[in-house]
């Protein structure tokens, strides 16, 4: 299966120079009951599966981790991550795309949370054939397993 999501447009510096656009993807996570939706970044710099924002860290209020692990943070070194586990769908054409079981990394220190979500190499590593990013249409084209 072939999906394909336009860049989002990320403003402008405080010098009114333009930021360059985003690749995203409109990604569904679902955890027991809750569940959570809405733009994601795909980020081939992050080792792990989701990084979460603050609506999605909720979701796992009172839920024990799998495992703990570190990884290296370019701005405070290494960090340590609570690993949870979740279900997780891209949105695309009014339907739910399945993909399956992912890890979501929450940082154990709050300032390490942004109000992004970022999809990192291990979702797209194991869960996808390809990623093409078409910097001239602006256009993030992912073939699924």
Known sequence: MRVDYHYSEDGYTDRG???PDIPVV????KAGRRRAHGPAIIDTGFDGGIYPNMEIVRMFEGVEPTAKVSFENPLYGASEFE????EAFLYHGGRQIDLGRVRVYIPTEPELLTSE???GREVLNHKMRLLTMDMRKRRTILELH
């Open 117 to 119: 979500v970022l999809v």
């Open 83 to 86: 690993v949870y586990v979740a």
């Open 17 to 19: 120079e333009k930021i």
């Open 26 to 29: 409109h990604l569904v996570i």
